[in-house]
């Protein structure tokens, strides 16, 4: 199996002018899936294109019915993910906990950060808890408004920079503060290949290894037991980037297992096939190739096992 583990629809009733047209054409992705022959495609909202005036509860519940929905209408095609938000309300964590029992969505797609707040901040605890519990992949997804913003006013920069090192700056708070010492067992699924998190872990290493000597700024909270490394190649990336040596420094970091294929197709308009030979191009082997095409997808999200 070829499994796209990002890619974005959304109900027809957020239907706005100036959205892209493929976040609302199943058929067009259908049709994309066999000339790229990609067996399953999972999507999620990234909240790039929800309806802005709109209350963030009401959006969850109805795009968690639309997942559900149209997973069960395209069961061997399409596979939605859970949307919720990290820093909600017991609101958010029970409608956040109906969408993976009660719909048997397998997996939850939040934001790296909301209005500037990230994950490494108290209020996502309780989401982190109950992620924990119910032992699904959370895919983290950048923002429509990122780090940076002011200086990303020219050349689609929120797009093409801002929301990479969004996902950069979030994931590496989450570490250095602990995140992953609290909750080891979290499965998180990094987009865009992490943004720059596969070319920092001897960065953060050598800033760990000096964490006394205050000549070099401060370091606190000092809360790790063991090299921010080693908690980077706890996390799953996938392959949206169309560099194959980008995938390639993602695979040499975490480890081919932890490398999940994806094209960021819809609504990025860029033929799926190009995706598939950006994995397929890698100096790998075969057998690699296959595991980051679907392999290490279907086992994150339990799809061979009936669960």
Same mark, same amino acid.
């Given at each position: 199996? &070829? ?104 997996? &939850? ?19 982190? @808890? ?17 780090? @940076? ?142 595991? &980051? ?15």
């Amino acid at each position: 199996m &070829i499994i796209d583990c990002h890619a974005h629809l959304v109900p027809k009733s957020w239907f706005h002018p100036r959205s892209p047209k493929a976040i609302f054409n199943i058929d067009l992705l259908l049709e994309e899936q066999e000339k790229a022959q990609v067996d399953l495609t999972v999507f999620g909202n990234n909240w790039i294109r929800t309806p802005r005036d709109s209350d963030p509860l009401d959006l969850v519940k109805e795009f968690n019915e639309f997942a559900a929905e149209v997973t069960a209408k395209y069961p061997r095609r399409l596979l939605g993910l859970a949307c919720s938000m990290p820093f909600g309300d017991e609101r958010f964590l029970k409608e956040t906990e109906r969408a993976v029992r009660d719909y048997g969505l397998k997996g &939850i797609m939040v934001n790296s950060s909301v209005n500037g707040e990230y994950l490494d901040s108290p209020r996502a605890r309780p989401f982190f @808890g109950l992620v924990t519990e119910l032992d699904v992949p959370l895919f983290i997804h950048p923002p429509r408004v990122t780090i @940076g913003a002011e200086k990303m006013e020219i050349f689609r920069l929120p797009e093409m920079v801002g929301r990479p090192f969004d996902t950069t700056l979030s994931l590496t708070r989450f570490i250095l503060t602990g995140g992953l010492e609290r909750f080891p067992k979290l499965k998180l699924v990094c987009a865009h290949v992490g943004g720059a998190l596969p070319l920092l872990p001897g960065r953060l290493n050598f800033g760990y290894e000096l964490r006394d000597d205050m000549n070099f700024g401060p370091w606190e909270p000092d809360v790790l037991t063991r090299p921010p490394s080693t908690y980077i190649q706890q996390l799953y990336f996938d392959t949206v980037c169309l560099h194959t040596p980008a995938v390639l420094c993602a695979v040499q970091t975490v480890g081919v297992d932890q490398v999940l294929f994806g094209s960021d197709f819809p609504p990025v308009p860029i033929p799926l096939k190009r995706s598939v030979d950006t994995v397929r191009e890698l100096a790998i082997p075969e057998e690699d190739k296959n595991k &980051i095409l679907g392999g290490n997808a279907e086992r994150l999200l339990r799809l061979s096992d009936g669960q």
